[in-house]
T-cell receptor
Framework: QQQVKQSPQSLIVQKGGISIINCAYENTAFDYFPWYQQFPGKGPALLIAIRPDVSEKKEGRFTISFNKSAKQFSLHIMDSQPGDSATYFC??????????FGEGTQLTVNP | DGGITQSPKYLFRKEGQNVTLSCEQNLNHDAMYWYRQDPGQGLRLIYYSQIVNDFQKGDIAEGYSVSREKKESFPLTVTSAQKNPTAFYLC???????????????FGPGTRLTVL
């Protein structure tokens, strides 16, 4: 019940395209859903996060969509750029508790 | 600059040896975490500490030990009991791990451990 399932494992997108990464969870106690971006050899950095009181959150080219009834959330990267090439992790947690991470998606944006 | 430092960046160990990875933060965060990262397996939680002098096992604690004697420091020891220790180790911290707070975690740059 603690698992967070992330897909796809890898994704190749052309420059200017839309990148979409999906995550699903089981634990209904989860109420915090962050996305992290990691470049090779570096630690992950928080990209954007959402709480279940909203269905969508947008920051620049990055949007989280959240479907509470389906227990799913997704990251959309609009106008994808080669500089967006990185590994993306979704995560979920309940307030005051640890985060559970998805397995990660390696995104490649071709020029 | 506020942040999390991990040292060393690269570490080589012979089989059968214990090794300690350093993690220091100057963000005044109460909670600290250790993760292990292997290719295609995401981030797996080893240990975490919500407050000084207290810590809890994560999902893969076997073969590891930690201490939390100071708020800013959370060293991880990889013992000889850890069967496959070669991995990328990440330390993280958050302002609080207590109920009612949301766990925005900040990560250090990582230590790559290789067992020879």
């Amino acid at each position: 019940q603690q698992q967070v399932k992330q897909s796809p494992q890898s994704l190749i997108v052309q420059k200017g395209g839309i990148s979409i990464i999906n995550c699903a969870y089981e634990n209904t106690a989860f109420d915090y859903f962050p996305w992290y971006q990691q470049f090779p050899g570096k630690g992950p950095a928080l990209l954007i996060a959402i709480r279940p009181d909203v269905s969508e959150k947008k920051e620049g080219r990055f949007t989280i969509s959240f479907n509470k009834s389906a227990k799913q959330f997704s990251l959309h990267i609009m106008d994808s750029q080669p500089g967006d090439s990185a590994t993306y992790f979704c995560a979920a947690g309940a307030s005051g508790s640890r985060l559970t991470f998805g397995e990660g998606t390696q995104l490649t944006v071709n020029p | 600059d506020g942040g999390i430092t991990q040292s060393p960046k690269y570490l080589f160990r012979k089989e059968g040896q214990n090794v300690t990875l350093s993690c220091e933060q100057n963000l005044n965060h109460d909670a600290m975490y250790w993760y292990r990262q292997d290719p295609g397996q995401g981030l797996r939680l080893i240990y975490y500490s919500q407050i000084v002098n207290d810590f809890q096992k994560g999902d893969i604690a076997e073969g590891y030990s930690v201490s939390r004697e100071k708020k800013e420091s959370f060293p991880l020891t990889v013992t000889s009991a850890q069967k496959n220790p070669t991995a990328f180790y990440l330390c993280a911290s958050s302002r609080s791990g207590l109920a009612g707070t949301y766990n925005e975690q900040f990560f250090g740059p990582g230590t790559r451990l290789t067992v020879l």
